[in-house]
């Protein structure tokens, strides 16, 4: 089962978009560097999606590395663990990644960046039972580092009446420009695929899968060589966007489709990122929780793009200064993808556990487009992986007719961005989407 | 990243990032770009007609882009609306389609009356591009047939057609000199092949033939476009050049184009095999009248063309059909305008039956 499967014809999707520029050649060669150590960390309280964790240290209190700042605060939530050694200084609000402030606990390093003493043992995790293993991962904070943040011990508890059949690790980061998780793959392999293991192992899952996109021979070719150890599948998949979209994924590698409106769980899949895997492999084996996380800060105007190794709560700015600054001033600081990612108006925005990226955008890259009516070219149809018809739907939404939007499946947008990329009328058609799904919300909850 | 180049090194000031939402960044593909592609595949008919018809098509292709220009402006004008839609170059390229569809001798009124049709009558009062529902230069095309019958199908052959290709109905040739001495009237006019055609088929006792039209050398003529019709849909070879490229360009859905003409071809050829009397053959079908500019250039206008594939295929069947139940049955000669303007009333009808389903849907259960 652990051959390499990379069938002729590679494995994809129907639907997608090929963005013409992938920018990924100003990192993916550049190896992970270790940030150095800063003297404050920002960090977010609420960092996982559903409940947000309950703040367990005051001001004045010190703490040791991988001491725990938040208790998870219900079943869907994660824990929050010190990124260094220091004292807290204050609990109050920093500029979070959806441009509001939020809560956050400020920490002052002590620079000695001791671990605390309070952590598990490592596991080996071929002997541990199936409960230890899940147990670690919540005591650990771990969520989808991909960019979803869902709480990764609940993906791994599927109710039972959900049969699994198949884990798969999604290595495709089909976004443009980041490389975060393409080093991963190529620097450590070994945490990835053991990473991958132990979620078979806690499902109880033979069927261990990883898709990566073509584009990245060499983390195909890292991964392949320890493959066969931990019984996994590596699987390349064509370099298309949105390829790591959980069932655009799926599909790509199962031929299942999740039913709509549905979990991949329906299609007998849990999905995950590569980061989280590796995430997974620290908590297990290390017994260290979630505190750093490989960060790309990019874009055509930084002096020296990189990928780096960087602790929870370090402000953006810090990965600007490590990147030698920029060329020219920027017009957007994105955290994540320019697909998917959001714009941020503060450099103070720390990272989180999902920030796989830190993208500039600046001169020629910044055009304010001006919409203007649909043509019904049906670039958009063509390029929506969910085979929605986005160009029709948003003349529905400007026209306020919610219903007809809900009618015609507005809520499987994805919100990946391929039809705004494509459509040549240059429609804000994702945020057509999102009004729609949020109008459909507000209504279904009356 | 030491300190000492750490002051040299120029930092973001923060202060004006532009919030915006995702996707940022964006393919370089706009409307304009579309629409000067699909007016550069127009150039090789527009040369075609300079050549087969001289100065008056270079007359009648200005005039006409230029009021289909105007006529925009001036309702944008009107309207009070910023003139930005100009530049994305719709309403020439409309232009352009209509002067394609007007006979070399239209006069110049015409041409204005037409181009002002197209974007106001067209275009403009279903709320701009976009919003109509009919292809505007058809719209202009049809309404002048039907308000200038006369104007609009009088033939006058001109330019390098005035001394070749000139035959009369009846399949006679005759020569500029012959027609002067046979005090001809002043205006020559002729018939298109399917004038033509539809000539030979009123004789009588259903003997007709059309052998004096389908020979081999008509068929070379009729494919380079030495013939008689609209400036633009003559030369098949110039509209080939141009539909092959748009279609390798993906700038019109390929489906309606090919399954448009193959229609025509089956459709011709069945009627032809069962009443050779009826209908010429199918090759002449598909090289004379206005097919390959309608299939290529008119009917797939993405604005009123269905969007999914399975709706191109049957919306360039429909055409097929309806053309030829309008050349074989019909009271015109000609069913190419016709029956697109047909199929683009249906549009949102198609678009509605060949909904897409979405990426794993399954149908509830009531
Ligand atoms: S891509 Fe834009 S212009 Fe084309 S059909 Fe979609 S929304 Fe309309
Ligand atoms: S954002 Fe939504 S509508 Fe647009 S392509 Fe993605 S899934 Fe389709």
Known sequence: ?446 | MSEENKSAIMMPKADDLILSSSPHIHSDVNVRKIMLKVILALVPALIASVIFFGWDAVRVIVITALSAVVAEGLWLWLAKRPLTPLRDLSALLTGLLLAMNLPSNASWWICVVGGFLAIWVGKQVFGGLGHNIFNPALVARVALLIALPAAMTTWTPTGGLLEKNMRLPSGENVSITTVAESEAPAVISCATPLGEAAELKRTPNGAATFAPITEKSDYVKYFLGERLGSLGETSCLALLIGGIALMFMKLIKWQIPIFFIATVAVFTAIVHLCAPAMTPPPLFHLLTGGLLLGAFFMATDMVTSPMTTGGCILFGVGCGVITCVIRIWGGYPEGVSFSILLMNALVPLIDRLFQLRPFGYVRKRA
């Open chain 1, 1 to 446: 089962m652990s051959e390499r499967v990379i069938p002729p014809k590679p494995l994809s999707f129907p639907g997608g978009i090929h963005p013409a520029k992938d920018g990924k050649g100003l990192t993916e060669h550049k190896a992970v560097e270790k940030a150095p150590l800063l003297e404050d960390y920002v960090v977010l309280v609420s960092q996982n999606v559903g409940a947000p964790p309950k703040v367990t240290v005051k001001k004045g209190d010190a703490v040791k590395k991988g001491d725990i700042l938040a208790e998870a605060g219900g079943f869907v939530s994660a824990a929050l663990h010190s990124p260094t050694s220091g004292v807290i200084t204050d609990i109050g609000e920093a500029p979070g990644p959806m441009g509001v402030n939020v809560p956050a606990i400020f920490i002052k390093a002590d620079g000695l960046d001791e671990w605390s003493d309070k952590l598990p043992a490592g596991l080996n995790w071929r002997e541990a039972s199936a409960d230890e293993l899940k147990s670690r991962i919540a005591s650990s904070g771990i969520v989808g580092m991909g960019g979803a943040a869902f709480p990764t011990h609940v993906k791994l508890s599927p109710p039972p009446d959900k049969k699994i059949d198949c884990v798969i690790l999604n290595g495709a980061e089909c976004e443009p420009y980041l490389t975060a998780d393409h080093r991963l793959m190529v620097e450590t392999p070994e945490r990835v695929l053991a990473g991958a293991a132990i979620m078979g192992k806690i499902l109880g899952v033979e069927n261990i899968a990883i898709g990566v996109e073509l584009n990245k021979p060499d983390a195909i070719a890292a991964l392949e060589a320890r493959a066969q150890e931990y019984g996994v599948k590596i699987v390349g998949l064509k370099v298309q966007y949105p390829q790591g979209s959980e069932k655009q994924l799926i599909y790509a590698i199962t031929g299942r489709c999740v039913p709509t409106g549905g979990l991949p769980m329906d299609a007998g899949c849990v999905v995950q990122n590569v980061a989280t895997a590796a995430a997974i492999y620290d908590a297990v084996a290390e017994g260290h929780p979630l505190i750093e996380r490989v960060v790309t800060i990019t874009g055509d105007i930084v002096v020296n793009p990189g990928n780096y190794l960087v602790r929870i709560g370090t402000p953006v700015i810090k990965l600007v200064e490590w990147a030698s600054g920029v060329k020219s001033e920027p017009r957007k600081l994105i955290l994540g993808g320019p697909m998917m990612g959001f714009a941020q108006k503060s450099y103070n925005v720390p990272v989180s556990k999902n920030t796989s990226g830190v993208l500039l955008l600046g001169g020629a890259e910044i055009i304010q487009y001006e919409s203007s009516s649909c043509i019904r070219c049906g670039m958009c149809v063509r390029g929506c992986p969910m085979h929605l018809s986005p160009g029709p739907l948003s003349m529905l939404i400007e026209n306020e007719k919610f219903d007809l939007a809900g009618q015609n499946h507005v809520m499987d947008c994805l919100e990946c961005g391929a039809c705004a990329y494509a459509c040549p009328a240059h429609r804000p058609l994702v945020q057509h989407m999102r009004r729609a799904k949020a109008e459909i919300r507000r209504a279904g909850k009356k």
